[in-house]
């Protein structure tokens, strides 16, 4: 499964390099700036191109990945319930996919927070019938132009039909498909709106985007995220996980307790290493410079975010 996975990502990867050699070799050097760190426009235009795998978990919940964040799927008489809708670009693959589970019709998105790899796919969801529920944090991002220093983008308010429809600001329970699923805000961690979703039957926790397994997290300062919000996150998380309990991560493979606390100490040893650098004086650059996490950087960096972008994240919250 992880070997799945990481193949996606490396296709991912070699996908956008390729559109970033062909916009180098195409454009005039002005317009080559405006495209400078398109890594959202580079992302969504690459979409149409992504792997998704399909994965069974337990009672009934499968998560489709490759298609931005992991979407976690309930088919059942009630109709599909989706945890994220993914990019809109990958529409036809993700379609195919959720076929592929079931014939039930798409009846509902929850939405795990704003960010565009998990809300892109909201409008084409709901034009097929399906309800968006998300915290209220989702919904206003959404209906908002949303600028996120970290990629260096400006979101325009996304189309109505893709804006939720319902929302809640601390916790939710629904039950849908004969599974109870109770949904719970978390205080600011990645964003302002992160939310978990826990299949009580099945005993799958759908921890979103304050769990990347095995790469580096992004943490977007602009929407209320902050390192000590992720791993305030990763201690609520872990006192929550047991040994039986099924863990998707908002990005990586499907993981379990161990790896939840694998990456608690590497969030953690992050910030103290960091921190104590920069408290002596050391720039940015000096502290990549020190290499504070090269024990996990070969697997941890090559993906969604470089080593020198997951030590910068920290080193705007220490
Ligand atoms: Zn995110």
Known sequence: MSTKSDSGISRRRLLISTSMAATVGLLAPRALFAQDDGL????????????????????????????????????????????????????????????SISSDPIKNVINTHWHFD???????????????????????????????EGWNFTFTPWPAGAIPTEVFDDERTVKLNGATIVLKHYAPAHTDSDISVHFTDADIFHIA???????????????????????????????????KMIVIPGHGAVGDKSQLAFYRDLLVATREKVAALKKQGKSLDEIVAAKPTVATDAKWGNGFRSPKDFIGDVFQGV
């Open 40 to 99: 959202v426009q580079t992302a969504r235009k690459t979409a149409a191109a992504a792997t998704i795998t399909i994965e069974k978990l337990r009672g009934n919940v499968s998560v489709l990945m490759g298609a931005g964040g992991n979407i976690a799927v309930l088919p059942g008489r009630d109709g599909k319930l989706l945890i994220d809708a993914g990019f809109a670009g990958a529409r036809p693959k993700i379609a195919d996919a959720l076929a």
């Open 118 to 148: 998990h809300t892109d796919g909201n409008e084409w969801l709901h034009s097929a019938g399906a309800a968006i529920l998300a915290h209220t944090n989702t919904q206003k991002h959404l209906s908002t132009t949303t600028r996120v």
């Open 209 to 243: 985007d304050t769990f990347w397994n095995g790469y580096y997290p992004f943490i977007d300062y602009s929407t209320g995220g902050s390192i000590d919000g992720m791993i305030r996150a990763t201690e609520a998380n872990l006192a929550k996980v047991t040994d």
